[in-house]
Nanobody
Framework: QVQLVESGGGLVQAGGSLRLSCAAS????????MGWFRQAPGKEREFVAV????????DYRESVKGRFTISRDNAKNTVYLRMNSLKPEDTAVYYCAARSGGSRTIAADYDYWGQGTQVTVSS
């Protein structure tokens, strides 16, 4: 069992930056791929970024490439999402998730989820 708690969301102007954190409980954090997803009002949850167990594989959705950076610190059981050059269309609730297998971009393949943190980007 893994419990995930996100933090770092907030209100920021377009062009600004935020860093989201996701702290995980348990001693098996490094056995999971970690992903970030987001969900805007009235829209489906969508993949944002994923990082493999020790960071050797990283992937992003096309619209955030070059602006967002995912990283992890296994010693701290924490995964991060650094978001730069934020746009109003990045406004959403951001969730971190953990998976032991399956597709890295499909939400249904993730086993554990945090409660989410709101990111609002004003124009």
């Amino acid at each position: 069992q893994v419990q995930l708690v996100e933090s770092g969301g907030g209100l920021v102007q377009a062009g600004g930056s935020l860093r989201l954190s996701c702290a995980a409980s348990g001693r098996t954090f490094s056995s999971y791929f970690m992903g970030w997803f987001r969900q805007a009002p009235g829209k489906e949850r969508e993949f944002v970024a994923v990082i493999s167990r020790f960071g050797g594989m990283i992937d992003y959705r096309e619209s955030v490439k070059g602006r967002f950076t995912i990283s992890r610190d296994n010693a701290k059981n924490t995964v991060y999402l650094r978001m730069n050059s934020l746009k109003p269309e990045d406004t959403a609730v951001y969730y971190c998730a953990a998976r032991s297998g399956g597709s890295r971009t499909i939400a249904a393949d993730y086993d554990y989820w945090g409660q989410g943190t709101q990111v609002t980007v004003s124009s």
